[in-house]
């Protein structure tokens, strides 16, 4: 008797594996020609696609059907049309768009050491010299400035409306490796009492002082120039902010910076941490949990922590609890920690 | 009223495939770490794991979570333990092992045009110098041969009794682009009285005649070295097969190789073509349709062609009728013309 087809063995997830780069490029491809752009404008069949994106029409048709394949288009006959997500991220003229994360997400930086991901597994961690992303005043962090500030618009108010749902008094907040400034920012749109110190190196500053400006917040935002593990941070902050920082260190590295963050909290200060942050399992949820795989490659010893992880940092830094929220849409997770 | 979460905007599609190439370096690293196997041995922690692999603890956790997310592993606790089709096809001591396709399928030749696929889709075509991997005498198809066959055995026999179920009578069989030659060996072996000619390459036929020594049946095989456009086929074929290969070609170019097969049939004759068919709309099913992609990537003009396109392909060279068949498991189907 032979087993269905269904449960005989397959090797169509090794397949698929093993070309899921094609995924990357594809998409990344989509993104540069502006395809998502062309066919929000209503160009809809490869022929006009193809044209107004200035590419062959059988590389627009083979691209484009590649895209309903992965789920970013849908087709009618022999038109195309955007997903609500594609119309709302990868269209250039909707607010919320978020193709120009490529310069960041795919750069070499990030990418460079998944081309020998089996000497990274070897190792431990990136085979980048100087430390991989992590290296002092590493122009990599401009970029991340300025190319995923469109996506950070979002949780960044969720975490100020969570941790500041009141917005009703004077609020003293240091904002740790600020990059684009938006969560220290999102702080100060919506407490109109509360003044932001944003600290990181001196070329990534210019881009949050540019996007303090263009919040109408610059007379209460100010900066700190340098390393989160050497300046001074100054004392008496309400909150400190955290945000997408500490997955790039291992634990004794993070918990002397926490030490640091809770000297310079005052009395009843609060850290306010986001992160992916996976199950106990390690293994869900998917995006978070994989989100590790980033780390191992381009940093010498980050991960993607846990709860009971980040708790054992904080309380070993001396806070008195932390408590997680979800933070939906977004995949990451604020962690609040009491002095 | 707002809606719920499930149906709002989500940029995780976008993530999911922006870093979708992590998951070809992670199978890539698991398979040359041999990490598969050495979970089949019982090392199941990653400590043991680690150890086997020669690879460092958190590189090698990291890598077999990152697996499990994949759906490569399942994880109990701290325990690693194998998937069925991982067991069957990742682990090296099976004989269905196929970790060592990643020598052709994620070579260069193949890999190379995903570099800077935007330009390849501008140009309608692998921007890889000499046609990419049809270029003459293409080293790649040694590699193809000694790395694909493995995985080309079931879909190899399956089409030998689909099209000789009866195996009892006289058979002349000429397979183009022999490759590994398991689709002619396939014949031979189901049916003691087929006789195969098979033709590729003199460097792919080396490969092709030490399967035929290893298969028995040597005496009944022989060879024609060079490209199936230009050599001298002979006559009186029953059977003439055309397996992974007219997808690196356009229509026309195919129809000329399609005149000189009918001439090389017997009356009565059939052309045996096996190929990844998408489904009319192109983008069903997903793994057929997918296929496109590659040979975008890699080829001039290569394609996955819809059955109505092999079709017309097969009417313009003259042949009488054409049907196609499933094969499963195989996402491959089968065309059988008739002279």
Request: aromatic share 8%; hydrophobic share 40%.
């Amino acid at each position: 008797m032979s087993s269905p087809a269904a449960q005989q063995p397959s090797p169509q997830l090794f397949f698929q594996t093993i070309n899921a780069y094609q995924r990357t490029e594809g998409l990344k491809a989509a993104i540069e020609l502006e395809a998502f752009t062309a066919i929000g404008e209503g160009n809809t069949t490869a022929p006009e696609i193809a044209k107004r994106c200035g590419a062959s029409e059988r590389g627009t048709r083979i691209l484009c059907d590649f895209l309903c394949i992965m789920g970013f288009l849908n087709k009618d006959g022999s038109r195309y049309s955007l997903t609500p997500d594609s119309a709302m991220f990868l269209d250039k003229r909707s607010p919320a768009y978020l193709g120009g994360a490529i310069e960041f997400i795919s750069s070499p930086m990030i990418t460079e050491s998944f081309k020998n991901f089996t000497e990274v597994v070897r190792k431990g961690g990136t085979t980048m010299t100087d430390g991989g992303t992590i290296a002092p005043e590493n122009p990599i962090w401009v970029k991340f400035a300025r190319a995923m500030a469109p996506m950070m618009a979002l949780p960044a108010q969720l975490t100020a409306k969570l941790v500041d749902p009141t917005a009703d008094r004077k609020l003293k907040i240091l904002d740790i490796a600020a990059g684009h400034g938006l969560y220290g920012l999102a702080f100060a749109k919506n407490n109109s009492q509360a003044s932001v110190v944003a600290l990181d190196w001196p070329n990534v500053l210019e881009v949050a002082k540019e996007n303090a400006r263009n919040a109408g917040v610059a007379e209460r935002y100010s900066t700190i120039e340098g390393s989160a593990f050497d300046v001074d941070f100054g004392a008496g902050y309400d909150l400190i902010l955290l945000t997408n920082f500490l997955h790039h260190f291992d634990p004794p590295t993070n918990e002397v910076l926490l030490r640091k963050v809770y000297a310079a909290l005052a009395e009843g200060g609060r850290a306010v941490t986001l992160e992916f942050v996976p199950n106990e399992d390690r293994i869900s949820p998917p995006d978070a949990a994989a989100f590790s795989v980033t780390m191992l490659g381009s940093t010498p010893s980050g991960d993607a922590y846990t709860f009971p992880e980040l708790e054992s940092m904080f309380t070993n830094a001396g806070f008195s609890r932390s408590e997680i929220h979800r933070l939906p849409p977004s995949i990451q997770q604020a962690v609040i920690s009491q002095k």
